[in-house]
T-cell receptor, first 113, second 111 residues
Framework: ETGVTQSPTHLIKTRGQQVTLRCSSQ?????VSWYQQALGQGPQFIFQ???????GRGNFPPRFSGLQFPNYSSELNVNALELDDSALYLC????????????FGEGSRLTVL | DAKTTQPPSMDCAEGRAANLPCNHS???????VYWYRQIHSQGPQYIIH???NNETNEMASLIITEDRKSSTLILPHATLRDTAVYYC????????????FGAGTRLTVKP
């Protein structure tokens, strides 16, 4: 059983650019969630996907968007990057039937200059 | 939503039990208590959850008071690898599809 994997692990972008982060869910999981964790803070919910549809969204602007693919892998896209978007982006997968038991990846650390 | 209150930091001696408290005095009847931890530079890790009964698994025990206004996560024999930030979260599942992580408790296990 493979765990949640994310790529890339680190990346640097400049303001205004766009970024795509990728996540492979744990085998058998059908739901994926994305979180943003700023330095020194707890993770903040961005959105969740189930059956390739957005299934809930936190307080993030529309320039944060996502996709879930038929194999349950997922992407997080952020357009028009701002300095405050610098953070650790965490992907978590889960079974629909056990929604509170999230399995997190190691995260992608984004630095916006 | 019920809010949770946790001490910002705690120390524990290696080999001793670590007891991490969480207050959730406004919890409603259908809200579960979840515990996660985050070891430095890693993603959060699910530990345990419960509704009103005490729960135990291979990682920890969760003790919920009878009035459900507080709970305690117990790591029975803390090791140095248990040093992490521990988050107590109260959510209605499956209605709530997000985990709301607060500041948590930074547990330091000392030799």
């Amino acid at each position: 059983e493979t765990g949640v994997t994310q790529s890339p692990t680190h990346l640097i972008k400049t303001r205004g650019q766009q970024v795509t982060l990728r996540c492979s869910s744990q085998s058998g999981h059908n739901t994926v969630s994305w979180y943003q964790q700023a330095l020194g803070q707890g993770p903040q919910f961005i959105f969740q996907y189930y059956r390739e549809e957005e299934n809930g969204r936190g307080n993030f602007p529309p320039r944060f968007s996502g996709l879930q693919f038929p194999n349950y892998s997922s992407e997080l896209n952020v357009n028009a990057l701002e300095l405050d978007d610098s953070a650790l982006y965490l992907c978590a997968s889960s079974w629909r039937e056990a929604p509170g038991e999230l399995f997190f990846g190691e995260g992608s650390r984004l630095t916006v200059l | 939503d019920a809010k949770t209150t946790q001490p910002p930091s705690m120390d524990c001696a290696e080999g001793r039990a670590a007891n991490l408290p969480c207050n959730h005095s406004t919890i409603s009847g259908n809200e579960y208590v979840y515990w996660y931890r985050q070891i430095h530079s890693q993603g959060p890790q699910y530990i345990i959850h419960g509704l009103k009964n005490n729960e135990t698994n291979e990682m920890a025990s969760l003790i919920i008071t009878e009035d459900r206004k507080s709970s305690t996560l117990i790591l029975p024999h803390a090791t140095l690898r248990d040093t992490a930030v521990y988050y107590c979260i109260v959510r209605v599942v499956p209605r709530d599809n997000d985990m709301r992580f607060g500041a948590g408790t930074r547990l330091t296990v000392k030799p």
